[in-house]
């Protein structure tokens, strides 16, 4: 079943070492200049009749504020995910929780869920990752290496395989460098592969990679 599925992930080394999650913070903008205000004319003395001063000449308008864009590190609507090397945006209505070192989920109350996961780089091509990925797995069946496709400018791995009752997973893996990272689908039974598909290309497209 996916709960069982999302408990056990790719295991890619037999011990990851320890990770931290990074907290992003989000720089408040600053306070607008209050709009400048125009004094009201005092009368003028019986004394200072003759002055001769010249009137003063009409301010120039100021330019209408165009409204703040965002800041880069707002996120779009839904719900962040972000651990080392790794960070994305599941769709709105999950459920965050942590599940271990270097792992985060984002649960539906269909039994569907996004994970993304990260541990050390041990190094090797993407095809070697992918069969690691997948001979170290622990699903129901041993998960299918598929073609690798590409997000973000990136090339993934892609795992996909049954998860017991219809249910079934679909995993992406990278390497940034200094992290192997993935992340991971979980797809209850009676989801249409468009729906399926929809929600894979929209957290993928999210996906923001560091280290």
């Known amino acids: 079943m996916l709960s069982r599925a999302r408990t056990v992930l790719l295991s890619l ?3 990851a070492v320890a990770l931290t999650g990074v907290a992003c913070s989000d720089s408040g903008a600053g306070d607008d200049p209050d709009p400048s205000s125009t004094a009201a004319a005092s009368p003028t003395d019986a004394g200072s009749a003759g002055s ?3 009137p003063a000449e ?6 209408p504020s165009e409204p ?3 800041s880069e590190s707002e996120a779009p609507d839904g719900t962040e995910l972000r651990i080392e090397g790794i960070s994305l945006v599941a769709p709105p209505g999950a459920k965050p929780q942590e599940l271990g070192e270097g792992l985060i989920s984002a649960d539906y109350a269909d039994g569907s869920f996004v994970n993304a996961g990260s541990i050390p780089d041990y190094g090797g091509s993407l095809r070697e990752l ?3 990925a997948a001979e170290t797995s622990r699903f129901p069946t ?3 290496v598929l073609a690798p496709v590409e997000y973000v400018g990136q090339r993934w791995w892609h795992l996909a395989g049954p998860a017991g009752l219809g249910d079934r997973v679909e995993s992406f893996g990278t390497s940034t460098g200094e992290y192997v990272v993935y992340v991971e689908f979980g797809i209850p039974q009676g989801t249409s592969r468009a729906d399926a598909q929809e929600r894979i290309e929209s957290v993928m497209g ?6």
């Open 13 to 15: 080394t037999a011990a």
């Open 58 to 63: 009409p301010s120039e308008p100021s330019e």
């Open 206 to 211: 999210s996906v923001e990679l560091s280290g």
């Open 68 to 70: 703040s864009e965002p």
């Open 130 to 132: 992918a069969q690691t």
């Open 52 to 54: 001769t001063s010249a």
């Open 142 to 144: 041993r998960p299918t």
